[in-house]
């Protein structure tokens, strides 16, 4: 439903079919636009500005925090391993291994309380 506006006494036309210049306005009509556009101006460089500060005290706040927390002046020590180089076949250190053994069973369940629910799903 398109909306019809009466800029004067004289002419009705409608807004969806017709552009809107400054010069079909009233010089009252035109000095609310331009204070109605200042005032929006004025809203939206300020949310611009707030964006902006948040962006950047997010920025210097990441950059306080240490890089790699496993590397923080609370740990003594940190061990690391170089592969830069072609080494061959490698075997890690033990700090390096899982902490649990995983042993799979001879038919491939890994352990025994499954081994019942893992045959019947392979059937």
């Known amino acids: 439903m398109s909306k019809i506006a009466n800029i004067d006494q004289e002419h009705n036309f409608d807004l969806d079919n017709n552009t809107v210049t400054l010069d079909d306005l009233s010089e009252g009509q035109r000095c609310e636009l331009e204070q109605e556009v200042e005032v929006e101006i004025a809203e939206l460089r300020e949310h611009k500005l707030i964006r902006l500060q948040k962006t950047k005290n997010s920025v210097i706040a990441k ?61």
């Open 63 to 123: 950059q306080q925090k240490p890089i790699n927390l496993e590397l923080s002046a609370n740990e003594k020590e940190v061990a690391m391993l170089d592969l830069s180089g072609n080494i061959g076949p490698f075997v890690l250190p033990a700090e390096f291994r899982a902490k649990e053994v995983d042993e799979h069973l001879d038919d491939g369940s890994r352990n025994r309380d499954d081994k019942a629910e893992i045959l019947e799903s392979h059937q």
